[in-house]
């Protein structure tokens, strides 16, 4: 470990110069930015200006994917090259410390299907998806200038920094970055608030595969789908990415094709599970992928599971441009302005703005960006393509949930997304109540919606997934016709599942690494993670805790998604703010207080909305919103020998009092953990600023002997580079093929 101080003109002898930097950009890449900016500007000024007339959806669409192309090729470059000044002459920990275990130098087209995978979780699909009840304004300008400015550079830079330091983890960093007394704050809250993320990630999953024997057959076998292909690029056919890949697509095409012939079998009863079994099926296999090698399970997985992932949202794109749907939700509803919403309460700030936490700005992120990812970069200049790019691709997903939620019948999305103890949980109760909101949605709509895709019902499905699967079954019908929206319907329920289940087994990895490191401060042996013992106590521990909360929210009277949630929104946003002061600190200490804004506005941004959100959700009066509220409200009915829909009984009535006060005193802790972080950070602030610098735990810059290209498409430098560097190593020798 060194103790250096690292300078813009320090960095690595120079650092990695951005290619074309300095040089003009040729008439005809002006004029191509020139129109994706005018195309831009006219998609925001209509979403923002349209009121009381039919908005297509693809205005959404552009203004989304322009802003996306502006900011990859101008704003990440700028803090790739400018502000962090990477260097491809530095060895990465990939390199230096390889063991084909945790350290393995990674393709990097392979390596962003593995980043993309495990930070691409629940968030992006269903926080849209509720936030859709307060219109579609404001969770679009969230999710596309979030991620601009504040999630894609907590990913980048994180990624960066850790990976200057051996790929430690967010926790490990922070203690030894900004001291004892913050570090251990920040190390008690990461780990926390990662079980609390794992067991929600997890219980979308449940929800989504209980009683679906198509989808856990599918999901099932893209397990060994993943290890044939992790033996096939490491033994049979090194290096052989794409043949690899393409053996792959087929096998998971055949699995989703067969999952649908097993359904209809004598096979779906024994693959018809409970969500208490999926939960044991889930800790199992979180268990087993943290402990095998990256390379034989997790990668292959992950990169096979981007496959699908991007395919059906470039489909879901596709199918926009097709279908041309409207937006049936107002740019601002009045559950906005009023806050008494029955998909969730609390007003547009700050809930709008935890209620989409992937997508714009995720703490969960953070860990993967300093936990498995930077183990495996190959060369520095990657981690544009790799952090930026990634967050920029599940900003899209997120913004393909909210058309998606948004052009449904409004009627239908209210009686899917409120709870039965508001709608009643018959067509014809929950007609009536959404009648009360002023759609014309009838008994009868709601059950030709149910029918069309082949479900019992669709009232109070709630959590968001059902909602999303209704949206793009409609979507892919109207584009492609075929009568085949039950089809589509359950497909995209598999495709959420498959979605959310690569950051289970990512994250616990990372949490596996976690508790390695903070263990390791005490016992040595204990943070090696090679050290066998250790990799399956920590993977034991951590599936067992998040295994545990998971329990507590499948069994939850009102709903794990509805508790669970919200906790879940606040807390990652937090985390997102220690890893965001992390950053800040590091760039001040490394003598770049000029660029410290890059993170630090973001940073002051999310904290403001989580003190605020963590504030309302501890203190206020409002059961609907308040957690020790909701406590006292079902407490009293207990005392008084009442039962509160939905609790059926005095033992569930119990649970929700017991479930609401954990809830809260959980937020509590949180917030006041994060506080503390950030106290400390200032003070180490004021001290590197005074001093113009600190000393940093970055390790010392090595030669590195890889040629690897930067971006996604190898330019004609690096195609050439990288043929000397074979004819003088040996071909094949010291890159991908």
């Avoid at 990477?86 to 299907?113: I, K, M, S």
């Avoid at 999630?151 to 790929?167: E, I, K």
């Avoid at 200032?682 to 000393?695: F, H, N, Q, S, T």
């Amino acid at each position: 470990m060194s103790t250096t101080v690292t300078r813009d003109d320090a960095h690595g002898g120079g650092g990695h110069r951005d290619p074309g930097g300095g040089r003009r950009l040729p008439l005809r890449s002006v004029l191509i930015w020139t129109a994706v900016a005018a195309v831009g500007a006219v998609a925001w000024t209509v979403l923002a200006l349209a009121r009381g007339e039919a908005v297509s959806a693809l205005w959404i669409l552009f203004a989304a994917l322009c802003s996306y192309a502006i900011a990859y090729r101008f704003y990440a470059r700028f803090i790739t090259y400018k502000v962090l000044r990477t260097d491809d002459r530095r060895a990465t920990p990939a390199e230096r410390l390889q063991n084909g275990v945790d350290y393995d130098v990674t393709d990097r087209r392979v390596l962003f299907g593995h980043h993309f995978a495990a930070i691409a979780g629940a968030g992006p699909l269903v926080g849209p998806v509720l936030a859709a009840q307060m219109g579609y304004l404001p969770g679009t300008i969230w999710i596309v200038v979030g991620v601009i400015f504040a999630g894609a550079v907590q990913d980048l830079t994180v990624m960066f920094f850790s990976m200057r330091r051996n790929g430690k983890s967010l926790g490990q960093m922070v203690r030894e970055e900004i001291g004892i007394v913050g570090g251990i704050a920040a190390l008690i809250a990461v780990f926390a608030i990662m079980i609390i993320i794992l067991a929600v990630l997890a219980l979308i999953v449940v929800n989504a595969l209980a009683e679906s024997p198509w989808g856990v057959f599918s999901i099932a076998l893209t397990v060994p789908i993943a290890l044939f292909m992790g033996v096939y690029l490491r033994t049979l056919r090194p290096g052989r990415v794409l043949e690899a890949t393409g053996i792959g697509v087929v096998l998971l095409l055949l699995a989703i094709i067969g999952g649908g012939w097993v359904q209809e079998s004598g096979l779906a009863d024994a693959l018809t599970l409970s969500r208490e079994w999926l939960v044991l099926a889930l800790v199992v296999y979180g268990f087993v992928a943290s402990v095998l090698p990256v390379w034989l399970l997790l990668t292959p997985r992950d990169y096979l599971s981007t496959f699908m992932k991007i395919g059906v949202i470039a489909l879901l794109a596709v199918s926009l441009l097709i279908a041309r749907p409207v937006l049936q939700a107002d740019a601002v509803t009045d559950f906005a302005r009023e806050g008494t919403g029955p998909v969730f309460a609390g007003s547009l700030f700050p809930f709008v703005f935890i209620t989409i936490a992937c997508g714009a700005l995720s703490g969960f992120h953070a860990l993967i960006s300093s936990g498995t990812t930077p183990k495996m970069v190959a060369k520095e200049s990657q981690i544009r393509l790799i952090g930026y790019g990634g967050m920029l691709m599940e900003s899209f997903v997120a913004i393909s949930a909210l058309i998606a939620a948004c052009v449904i019948d409004q009627g239908l999305y209210f009686a899917m997304n409120s709870p039965a103890g508001a709608t009643g949980g018959t067509v014809e109760s929950a007609a009536a109540f959404v009648n009360g909101f002023g759609f014309d949605t009838t008994a009868a709509d709601l059950a030709a919606a149910s029918a069309a895709v082949q479900e019992p019902t669709l009232v109070s499905r709630t959590g968001g997934a059902p909602t999303l699967a209704v949206g793009i079954s409609q979507i892919f019908s109207d584009a492609f016709g075929g009568g085949l929206q039950a089809f589509w319907y359950h497909f995209a329920i598999m495709f959420e599942a498959l979605f959310i289940l690569t950051a289970v087994d990512a994250g616990t990895r990372v949490g596996r690494f976690m508790l390695q490191d903070t263990i390791g401060n005490v016992w040595k042996r204990f943070g090696d993670l090679s050290w066998r013992p250790g990799n399956l106590i920590a993977s034991a521990v951590v599936v067992g805790l998040w295994g545990s909360v998971l329990y507590i929210g499948v069994t939850d009277p009102l709903g794990g998604v509805n508790q669970l949630f919200p906790l879940f929104g606040i807390a990652n946003q937090l985390l997102a703010a220690i890893a965001l002061t992390l950053v800040t600190v590091l760039l001040i200490k490394h003598g770049k207080a000029r660029y410290a804004w890059v993170s630090g506005v973001p940073l002051v941004w999310d904290l403001i909305v989580t003190m605020t959100a963590s504030w309302q959700k501890v203190f206020s009066d409002i059961p609907a919103i308040g957690y020790f509220a909701q406590a006292q409200r079902y407490r009293d009915a207990r005392d008084a020998g009442e039962l509160l829909a939905p609790a059926q009984d005095q033992g569930q009535m119990d649970q929700v009092v017991f479930n609401s006060t954990l809830n809260g005193v959980l937020q509590s802790f949180f917030a006041v953990l994060v506080i503390v972080v950030a106290a400390n950070a200032a003070v180490v602030v004021v001290r590197a600023l005074r001093a113009g610098g600190l000393p940093t735990t970055e390790e010392p810059a090595t030669p590195s002997h890889l040629v690897e290209p930067a971006d996604l498409f190898a330019t004609a430098e690096e195609k050439r580079a990288m043929a000397e560097h074979r004819a003088m190593a040996g071909a094949g020798e010291g890159t991908w093929r």
